[in-house]
């Protein structure tokens, strides 16, 4: 697992992070009963470990089919193409 986002990246995500993780708590105490509150939470804590590992899958996923794409579109140009002639 290779690191893919840079140091300021990752610390304004753990910074968002952090905040959302206190929202989201501060309103669990106030709602219990309120499943949102808890997704908020999850989403908070999934990207203050992408801060701390310093990688993220979606920005991954989204590099390597851009990288695929450049090749294909390479790889089509570098094939001669032949003229259509009427006949």
Not at 1 to 8: A, S, T
Not at 30 to 49: D, E, H, V, Y
Not at 59 to 76: F, K, L, P, Y
Request: net charge positive.
């Amino acid at each position: 697992m290779k690191q893919n986002i840079g140091i300021v990246n990752a610390l304004i995500r753990i910074t968002c992070g952090f905040t959302l993780l206190t929202y989201a708590t501060a309103r669990m105490v106030q709602r219990p009963w309120r499943q949102s509150s808890l997704l908020i939470a999850m989403m908070a804590a999934m990207k203050i470990g992408e801060g701390i590992v310093r990688y993220c899958p979606v920005t991954d996923v989204i590099s390597r089919s851009m990288t695929a794409d450049e090749n294909n579109h390479t790889q089509n140009q570098s094939e001669p193409v032949e003229p259509i002639n009427p006949s």
